[in-house]
């Protein structure tokens, strides 16, 4: 059974430049988890989904981040216009119970120049 | 002052040698507490979970949790060098849009050695 499925692996852009982080989270579960980790913060909760809808964008950092799932099957995460310090890794995790048992993804890491 | 406190290590044993991870937490609303190892360049994975209080066992792995005391403890018995990687807590409480939030330590990496 596949798990979190996450594209692109590697992405580097530059500065003012949109960016699109893709998530395919595991069939069945019901909720969508989006982090972002740095050296600095450790790993973050940006904002999760539950059957589709958001429930918590508390965590976003500002508005230049937004965040989607049409489906059950696909999420997105947009950075527009991107800056340096967006730099890390984002991960999307998916659980069937809420918090608990979260299945992470191998991640997405993203560079801008 | 964050809520979710852990000591980053680096921590290195020897192969054979128990590891004692430690994390404390100032929200007593916190009633699930995990524990996930993330290797180098990975996303993390469940290790265990655990309700409220009290300790849970799985083969070389046992978690504790004090709720009295706001400290939970992942114990690994006879470590191996594939138990290096970074170990991080997790704690969530169960009301309202917390439900689906988890909050993270910061995260200790371990090193075991042969």
């Known amino acids: 059974d596949a798990g979190v499925i996450q594209s692109p692996r590697h992405e580097v852009t530059e500065m003012g430049q949109e960016v699109t982080l893709r998530c395919k989270p595991i069939?069945?579960?019901?909720?969508l988890f989006w982090y972002r980790q740095t050296m600095m913060r450790g790993l973050e909760l940006l904002i999760y989904f539950n059957n589709n809808v958001p429930i918590d964008d508390s965590g976003m950092p500002e508005d230049r981040f937004s965040a989607k799932m049409p489906n059950a099957s696909f999420s997105t995460l947009k950075i527009q216009p991107s800056e340096p310090r967006d730099s890390a890794v984002y991960f999307c995790?998916?659980?069937?119970?809420?918090?608990?048992?979260?299945?992470f993804g191998p991640g997405t890491r993203l560079t801008v120049t | 002052q964050k809520e979710v406190e852990q000591d980053p290590g680096p921590l290195s044993v020897p192969e054979g040698a128990i590891v004692s991870l430690n994390c404390t937490y100032s929200?007593?609303?916190?009633?699930?507490f995990m524990w996930y190892r993330q290797y180098s360049r990975k996303g993390p994975e469940l290790l265990m979970y655990?309700?409220?209080?009290g300790n849970k066992e799985d083969g070389r792995f046992t978690a504790q949790v004090d709720k009295s005391s706001k400290y939970i403890s992942l114990f690994i018995r006879d470590s191996q060098p594939s138990d290096s990687a970074t170990y991080l807590c997790?704690?969530?409480?169960?009301?309202?849009?917390?439900?689906?939030?988890?909050?993270f330590g910061q995260g200790t990496i371990l090193t075991v050695h042969p």
């Open positions: 997790a704690m969530s409480d169960t009301g309202g849009t917390s439900y689906g939030k988890l909050t």
């Open positions: 655990t309700y409220s209080s």
């Open positions: 929200n007593s609303a916190f009633q699930y």
């Open positions: 069939s069945g579960h019901d909720y």
């Open positions: 995790a998916s659980s069937l119970v809420g918090a608990r048992e979260q299945y």
